[in-house]
């Protein structure tokens, strides 16, 4: 069985920064990172290929956030800059279908 390892989570101030980890049991090819706000569905938030450090993001955080690994670590990573209130939500990466327990990301003044 497959375990994923998150941290990172926190408040933050709009504007503020944030980086998300991930670290898997076992190797793996692709990495995604979902939220889900309080009252709505999951939602697809950023992927990484981890041979080749292809990336896709939702539009709505496409310039702030950046999805990256360092396969040494066998770690992934969101990096998410200039929060706003509506990235508040639980944070959890995925890999074959396998969940992590979800950090919490609340962007608040």
């Known amino acids: 069985q497959v375990q994923l390892v998150e941290s990172g989570g926190g408040l933050v101030q709009p504007g503020g920064s944030l980086k998300l980890s991930c670290a898997p049991s076992v190797r793996t090819f692709t990495m995604n990172w979902y939220r889900q706000a309080p009252g709505k569905e999951r939602e697809f938030v950023a992927l990484i290929r981890l041979s080749t450090g292809y990336t896709t993001y939702t539009d709505s955080v496409k310039g702030r956030f950046t999805i990256s690994r360092d396969n040494a670590k066998n770690t992934v990573y969101l990096q998410m800059n200039s929060l706003k209130p509506e990235d508040t939500a639980i944070y959890y990466c995925?890999?074959?279908?396998?969940w992590g327990q979800g950090t919490q990301v609340t962007v608040s003044s």
């Open positions: 995925d890999t074959k279908g396998y």
